[in-house]
């Protein structure tokens, strides 16, 4: 008789408010992580496998909607409801940099070769940051319909997708030549 192998859920205590996004990283010479972010306003950061605690990124002052780590793992981005996106020391916690916008930030994503960070919220406008730079200005991709949800590189860092909540659509962008290749409208229903 096989013997079936049962995949047994992961339970991760420690947020005191509900989780609102997950990321898993890349495998990694130390295994894979998770981070987590939460409406309590403290991103944590686990082992993949087990879900065994490792750390709690502490400095944001609102709920925080998003949340991922670069290819390495090395370094870990939020995206907050206190009107920013930070950039994190995923080894030792501290934080990097703190990237301020005008209104909530819900999504943020690393570029591959984790160079950039894309971020996106209810300002409607796509911000790019050079993380080799920091402090300079951000590139400023377009003006949204709605609100945005999700953000995400594709295509070796070419191609950008990202989700509006107010009129229901997803853009595909290309990156380097500022043009959209494809819309999507979906009714409400389908929200």
């Not at 997950?22 to 082992?47: H, V």
């Not at 390495?72 to 020391?89: G, M, Q």
């Not at 990237?99 to 070769?113: G, L, M, N, P, T």
């Not at 989700?163 to 409208?185: A, H, I, P, Q, W």
Request: with cysteine; aromatic share 12%; proline share 5%.
């Amino acid at each position: 008789m096989d013997k079936k192998k049962v995949a047994v859920p992961l339970v991760c205590h420690g947020h005191s408010r509900p989780v609102v996004d997950l990321f898993y990283s890349p495998i990694t010479p130390d295994g894979f992580f998770l981070i987590s972010a939460s409406k309590d306003s403290s991103p944590m950061l686990r082992n993949g496998e087990t879900g065994d605690w490792i750390g709690t990124f502490e400095g944001h002052k609102g709920a925080v909607w998003s949340c991922c780590l670069d290819t390495n793992a090395l370094r870990a981005a939020s995206a907050s409801a206190d009107f920013t996106a930070k950039l994190w020391d995923a080894l030792t916690g501290d934080e990097l940099h703190s990237f301020d916008h005008k209104h909530i930030v819900r999504a943020c994503a690393f570029s591959e070769d984790t160079h950039l960070l894309l971020t996106g919220g209810l300002e409607k406008i796509l911000r790019i940051f050079d993380l080799n730079r920091p402090d300079a200005p951000p590139r400023e991709v377009d003006n949204s319909p709605g609100s945005i949800r999700t953000v995400a590189w594709l295509h070796s860092d070419q191609t950008i997708l990202s989700s509006c909540t107010d009129m229901g659509g997803v853009r595909y962008k290309e990156y380097f030549f500022n043009m959209y290749l494809l819309y999507f409208l979906f009714s409400p229903w389908w929200l």
